[in-house]
């Protein structure tokens, strides 16, 4: 960066420049320094490691990262974890004001290390440039390279080793590598249990109007929320809302709420759209709110009673699925069905008429091709952070029972036990399992079902937001904070154009190796 650069920074944040200003000596002797305050304190740092100052942005909170960590931002499309510069130095925590900056600091990997203020940008002679032992008694001098005496209007600058730092207090990061294979994708449990699927349904449940719907899970692209805007498509049926756009592609919207002749309503935050296949298209199917992904044995699944089944292909619910006990029924949608209407075919074609009149194709192909670059996850949410898995990685979703059961010398990070169709499924609370506060039960939450090293376990979670499909170029690995971070949470998508990072779970790492013998005893 040159010294205008960090100049014009300087001026356009406010910064005084102190009485030595930008020195234009560039003579070999003198080296320029970015100098800044932190807790009272006066730093400096060599201007050659720092790319940019910038005014303290956003974050997303990491968890198990170390204390310093403010969270990671995006910076031009690019993953940049915020540090704060107080908490590395124990000085009292302070609300960000309009003179907070971050210094984005570069010695292999950018990070952003939050300052009180930015003073100036000045110009030192080597000379004038002293060792650390005159201060060594008073001041923990470890993390010094040395002082610099009447400069800017200071008396003393402590010139601030950053290197040091960062192989002191991030070691994981000094020694990363960033090694683009830990980005090559996260393991699949697809292979291993498909003969045991073999007598298994697995299905998205979801309501409308009260009433528990499932559709199965191969004829689901994706789950997401329902758009600001959904443009109208003239002349059509009445449960036909219209169309979204959804990665450059037009896709139709229907209400099944509509389709069944059941009371409007209208969408709210809890309303998600199924996108689900149909040929060579798709459709999107907007629900009063998905519940549950199902794992259910195919004795429980009964064919629709003949005297209910509508004629023809209008039968859209196919068979009825018997839960605990036959207390919690479940009807199962044809999809092949259900969008044999002729209205929803009226829809396509509206929809294929649009893009025709958008000339649109060009787009639409290469979103057709792009299929096998894009990841599917399911995106859930803990406290106010987004965090994904590869949907093959899920078992099933089932909610939290109104009761776990206990077990006496369990280990210390297993909440309890449930009961899932006869057998016992240990369960975890993630928010403790990642080192965050623990939160009150409440009705949103559920148990995401995974399978590590062959035993099931369940995983409680804030809310289960939706089914994503991401291009693999937008996923990213993840800065390394910390070892266990490093293995858990090696990647992030980072959606810029949404302003959203969603950061990717391996779930292999979700219990430790010798945590597998205690769990596979409590299922005993």
């Known amino acids: 960066m040159s010294n205008e650069t960090l100049q014009t920074a300087s001026q356009e944040y406010g910064d005084s420049a102190g009485e030595e200003g930008l020195l234009e000596s560039t003579e070999s002797d003198t080296r ?30 990491v968890p198990l990262a170390p204390i310093a960590l403010d969270g990671l931002s ?53 000379a004038r440039i002293e060792g650390v032992e005159s201060i060594r008694g008073t001041v923990n001098t470890e993390l010094l390279s040395g002082i610099i005496k009447d ?47 073999g007598d298994e349904l697995q299905l998205v449940s979801f309501d409308v109007a009260g009433q528990e719907y499932a559709i199965t899970i191969e004829d689901v692209q994706e789950i997401v929320q329902v758009p600001d805007q959904i443009i109208h498509v003239p002349h059509s049926e009445a449960h036909v809302l219209g169309v979204m756009t959804l990665r450059n592609r037009l896709l ?12 409007p309503q209208n969408a709210d935050e809890h309303s998600r759209i199924v996108v689900v296949a149909l040929g060579s298209t798709s459709v999107g199917v907007v629900m009063d709110n998905v519940n549950e992904v199902l794992r259910v044995a195919r004795s429980e699944v009964d064919p629709m009673p003949g005297l209910l089944v509508r004629e023809g292909d209008l039968a859209d619910i196919s068979q009825i699925c018997r839960l605990e006990g036959g207390k919690r029924l479940v009807s199962i949608i044809s999809a092949a069905n259900l969008f044999h209407h002729s209205s929803v075919k009226e829809a396509l074609k509206s929809v294929e008429n649009l893009r025709d009149d958008e000339h649109s194709d060009a787009s639409v192909g290469v979103d057709d091709e792009a299929t096998d670059d894009d990841e599917q996850v399911v995106v859930f949410r803990l406290d106010k952070e987004e965090f994904g898995v590869p949907i093959d990685s899920v ?103 949404q302003k959203r990072m969603v950061q990717l779970i391996d779930p292999t790492h979700l219990v430790e190796r010798r945590d597998i013998d205690d769990l596979a005893r409590m299922a005993k």
């Open 32 to 61: 320029q320094f970015v100098t800044f305050i932190a807790g009272n304190e006066v730093f400096a740092v060599d201007m050659a490691p720092v790319q940019e100052i910038i005014r303290v942005p956003n974050v997303v909170r």
């Open 74 to 126: 995006n910076l031009r499309g690019k993953v940049l974890p915020i540090i704060s510069l107080r908490r590395i130095f124990g000085f009292s925590e302070q609300e960000h004001d309009d003179s907070t900056r971050a210094l984005v600091i570069d010695f292999g990997q950018p990070l952003g290390f939050v300052v009180d203020r930015v003073a100036s940008v000045v110009g030192v002679e080597l």
């Open 151 to 197: 400069v800017g209007g200071h008396a003393m600058t402590m010139v601030l080793d950053f290197a040091k730092l960062i192989a002191q207090e991030f070691q994981e990061i000094a020694a990363a590598t960033r090694n683009v294979a830990m980005s090559a994708g996260l393991a699949s449990t697809a292979d291993s249990e498909e003969e045991e699927s």
């Open 252 to 263: 139709p919207l229907v209400s099944l709420r509509r389709m069944f002749d059941l009371p």
């Open 395 to 497: 078992q099933e979703i089932v909610r939290v029972p109104e009761e776990l059961t206990h077990i006496p010398r369990a280990p210390a990070f297993v909440e309890g036990v449930i009961n899932l169709r006869g057998a016992v499924l240990p369960v975890i609370d993630l928010r403790r399992r990642l080192g965050l506060a623990t939160a009150e039960r409440s009705d949103r939450q559920r148990v995401m079902v995974f399978l590590i090293e062959g035993m099931r376990t369940g995983f409680i979670v804030d809310s289960v937001a939706e089914v994503l499909k991401i291009h693999k170029a937008a996923i990213e690995p993840a800065p390394t904070l910390s070892a266990e971070q490093g293995k858990l949470l090696a990647r992030m998508a980072n959606l810029e154009k």
